[in-house]
């Protein structure tokens, strides 16, 4: 079963504007990982942020995480056309990596 | 270096019929993954292999559904008596240990069962 529920759903802004998407957990974690998949394919790994960690950044990505709320944020700023792909939150902890369902970003030239 | 291939990239199969899905994962790596990704859905994990253990199965939807990893490397996922509802795009990852690394993804399968 998903671990890790994003929100929204779907998200489409205008290029320059920023984004930003949350996960949800339910169990404890040791740590989460937000991906990006294109074309409905692979994924790919942005960022990794430890249960002892409250923010991280890499490059225009900023990922916060509250363990009292279980709950993380991705912000992408000055967002691209090419930022177009849908993200997805995994969670490691009991139940191992568990992804949820993705926010699909949709970002108009 | 290289990554992680799976093939078939694409398999059509007619309902009933046996497929298997191969994945090779990165060199090394000894955490190995199997997911499944309806259209335009999350994806839903089915197995989880590590090093020598035994493998986490509690995601396999059904006794249809198999996989092996032999000699720690490649993994071959079997789907037996396919059903329409299996269609979807079934993806590996692999991973360098258990401890909640970066997983590294393959391409993917697309099975369509007609």
């Known amino acids: 079963s998903q671990q890790g529920e994003e929100d929204p759903q779907a998200l489409s802004i205008q290029e320059g504007e920023n984004a930003t998407m949350n996960c949800s957990y339910k169990?404890?974690?040791?740590?989460l990982q937000w991906y990006r998949q294109n074309s409905g394919r692979g994924l790919v790994h942005l960022i990794l942020?430890?249960?002892?960690?409250r923010e991280k950044h890499s490059g225009r990505l900023r990922v916060t995480l509250d363990t009292s709320k279980k709950s993380s944020s991705l912000l992408i700023t000055a967002s691209r056309a090419a930022d177009t792909a849908s993200y997805f939150c995994a969670t490691d902890g009991p139940l191992d990596m568990r992804f949820g369902a993705g926010t699909r970003l949709t970002v108009k030239p | 270096g290289a990554g992680v291939s799976q093939s078939p990239s694409n398999k059509v199969t007619e309902k009933g019929k046996d497929v298997e899905l191969r994945c090779d994962p990165i060199?090394?790596?000894?955490?190995l993954y199997w997911y499944r990704q309806s259209l335009g859905q999350g994806l839903e994990f089915l197995i989880y292999?590590?090093?020598?253990?035994?493998?986490?199965k509690s995601g396999l939807p059904s006794d249809r559904f198999s996989a092996e990893r032999t000699g720690g490397s490649v993994s071959t996922l079997t789907i037996q008596r396919t059903q329409q509802e299996d269609s979807a795009v079934y993806l590996c990852?692999?991973?360098?240990?258990?401890?909640?690394?970066?997983?590294?993804f393959g391409p993917g399968t697309r099975l369509t069962v007609l």
């Open positions: 060199s090394g790596h000894t955490a």
């Open positions: 292999f590590q090093g020598n253990s035994a493998p986490d």
């Open positions: 942020i430890r249960s002892n960690e």
């Open positions: 990852a692999s991973s360098p240990d258990r401890g909640g690394n970066e997983q590294f």
């Open positions: 169990t404890s974690i040791n740590n």
